[in-house]
């Protein structure tokens, strides 16, 4: 129901900033919780940020102060600001959408990758 698209990753810096985007399809885009996630290498996947459809956003921790989520429903599009990039930043990033009901389905975008390094 629900096709998404990450896209903007690469190599930057310590301290640089970085937008990744997430294009996504369907009639019912508006309707679904947006998040992003990411997983590093040997590491489990993890909630980076998440704006839900009634308009609420919130954040990992680590992440707190950095990063910014945003959504523009009007194009179906989701976008993540990262700035002040650490090396734990890295990984690869990936795009969510998901019902906002108990055992909602999900769905997942192939991901880009995101590296921090000199």
């Known amino acids: 129901q629900v096709q998404l698209v990450e896209s903007g990753g690469g190599l930057v810096q310590p301290g640089g900033s970085l937008r990744l985007s997430c294009a996504g399809s369907?009639?019912?885009?508006?309707?679904?919780?947006m998040g992003w996630y990411r997983q590093a290498p040997g590491k489990q996947r993890e909630l980076v940020a998440v704006f839900t459809s009634a308009g609420r956003t919130n954040y990992a921790d680590s992440v707190k102060g950095r990063f910014t989520i945003s959504r523009d429903n009007a194009k179906n599009m989701v976008y993540l600001q990262m700035n002040s990039l650490k090396p734990e930043d890295t990984a690869v990033y990936y795009c969510?959408?998901?019902?906002?009901?108990?055992?909602?389905?999900?769905?997942w975008g192939k991901g880009t990758l995101v590296t921090v390094s000199l």
């Open positions: 369907g009639s019912s885009f508006r309707s679904y919780d």
């Open positions: 969510n959408a998901r019902q906002p009901l108990p055992g909602g389905k999900d769905y």
